[in-house]
T-cell receptor, first 113, second 113 residues
Framework: NAGVTQTPKFRILKIGQSMTLQCTQD?????MYWYRQDPGMGLKLIYY???????DKGEVPNGYNVSRSTTEDFPLRLELAAPSQTSVYFC????????????FGPGTRLLVL | QQQVKQSPQSLIVQKGGISIINCAYE??????FPWYQQFPGKGPALLIA?????SEKKEGRFTISFNKSAKQFSLHIMDSQPGDSATYFC????????????FGAGTQVVVTP
């Protein structure tokens, strides 16, 4: 199993550009999450999904969108990139059930200039 | 507002010493308290987790101590090794929240040889 994979590993965007961060998991997990990590701030939840076709906002959703058309894929879309979106983005997945472990991908480092 | 407060921000410990990281929370509905370990350039990985019905959990050199009345929990790393140098995050979630984790800000641990 590859676990949770994310692409790209690193990207530089210009202000106003758009991009999609890709996330795929091969563990057949129902739950998937997108977090952003900023220095000294821990991880903040952007969006999450509890199954194909079902998504909901997390703590910091502004400027982002998601979709979940399959169990495996959970892409994160940035529209009109802003410098405040410079961060490291992590995707995670988890099996359904109480207190199951969240498995994280390797992250995507995004720089908006 | 940080729902889980973590301290210290960083610590340096000699090889063989004990590392102690503390976390405090406000929401009494939290019922799952994991600790994640993150190495540079990698995603966080679950290290150890505890539920509030126990006061301590030990796995190898890692121990969680939990104080429900004080709403605090801590991670102890015994016989710290250079390979333990990483950033550690405490987190909390409640059973009704689809596994959403509230993370602390993180503690960077450096173990000197």
């Amino acid at each position: 199993n590859a676990g949770v994979t994310q692409t790209p590993k690193f990207r530089i965007l210009k202000i106003g550009q758009s991009m999609t961060l890709q996330c795929t998991q091969d563990m057949n997990h129902n739950y998937m999450y997108w977090y952003r990590q900023d220095p000294g701030m821990g991880l903040k939840l952007i969006y999450y999904s509890v199954g194909a076709g079902i998504t909901d906002k997390g703590e910091v959703p502004n400027g982002y969108n998601v979709s979940r058309s399959t169990t495996e894929d959970f892409p994160l879309r940035l529209e009109l990139a802003a410098p405040s979106q410079t961060s490291v983005y992590f995707c995670a997945s988890r099996a359904q059930g109480a207190q199951e472990t969240q498995y994280f991908g390797p992250g995507t480092r995004l720089l908006v200039l | 507002q940080q729902q889980v407060k973590q301290s210290p921000q960083s610590l340096i410990v000699q090889k063989g010493g004990i590392s102690i990281i503390n976390c405090a929370y406000e929401n009494t509905a939290f019922d799952y308290f994991p600790w994640y370990q993150q190495f540079p350039g990698k995603g966080p990985a679950l290290l150890i987790a505890i539920r509030p019905d126990v006061s301590e959990k030990k796995e190898g050199r890692f121990t969680i101590s939990f104080n429900k009345s004080a709403k605090q929990f801590s991670l102890h790393i015994m016989d710290s090794q250079p390979g333990d140098s990483a950033t550690y995050f405490c987190a909390a979630s409640k059973g009704s929240s689809w596994g959403k984790l509230q993370f602390g800000a993180g503690t960077q641990v450096v173990v000197t040889p």
